[in-house]
DNA sequence: ATGAGTGCAAAGTGTTTGCAACTAT
DNA sequence: ATAGTTGCAAACACTTTGCACTCAT
């Protein structure tokens, strides 16, 4: 009862980050499964960042029937295997999305303590602080890992 | 079955940090609960940043028999007020300090995700990236909300 | 064939909430 | 007197884990 629809339907263009992804994956000696092509799936359709239960919802949404538990190791698999990138949001969530070398994403975020928007930042705009925490406090920030906190434009408005 | 000890063992010398939130509690017209005054205690006696666990726990040492919830419910009333503040930090727990306006904890935290450790930072070498999220993104970042992340000299050396 | 990976249910954090009893004002 | 607070237990959101079973290699 596990009827696994595998329509890779490649497109004849270029190498789309899903199947990237998936070379990456048996290249470095790992087992492809359906929860692990699940979660390259729905990650691979967005450029949103997603926490555990949104990819597991679309992925339910693309047909594979994934439980919630194979979604976070799968994850965790992922970023072992630097396929993905993880960013913990101030209310205690975490967000995952690829890392597509094309487009690397460097970014980090800043996320609405009003309505819970997350805003992208520009690495660089880090990277003055970055450098004097390295030199004055011997401290490597990873600007990604953490989103920032604030208040957006609307709901500083209201 | 609820003796409250109050042994108010005023010092001669200055208005304590205690007293101060204590009395900017009644000057708002809130009640002065033994649940505050113990989460008051606890906060007042440290410059460390505690969680909810935490406060609890100095609290029954303190000799208050206060339950978690009562900790959470004081301290929200607490941030409300203002006289408390409470950072995010990475792992999806929170911490909690007094506003002490005598030396008012503009800094911003930095946790180590090897160690735990919390590092200070301070505010004004956020400021520009501050002004610039501001300024072209709009958004009003409030630095010492969030915890930044990265690795502390020790962890990345090993 | 076999060990890595899965589904499930159960436990583990950290935090919130409904409600009856209590208490600061 | 009474509205605001508390303690408790139960629910919550998010994540991890033990275990028997499955499946990619």
Redesign the pocket.
Known sequence: M?PTPTHESTPITAVTAEDQALAEL?RLG???????RAVIAVLAATDEHL???QVAERAQALGA??????V???L??LIRLRLVVHTHLAG???TYHLTTDSSPHRHVHAQCVGCGAVVDVPEEWLSAVSRRMARELDFELAPHHAALSGRCARCTAR
Chains 1, 2 share one sequence.
């Open positions: 596990a048996r790992q087992r492809v499964t359906a929860p692990r926490s555990a239960a029937d994934l439980h919630l538990a194979s976070y190791r799968a965790e698999t205690g969530s975490t």
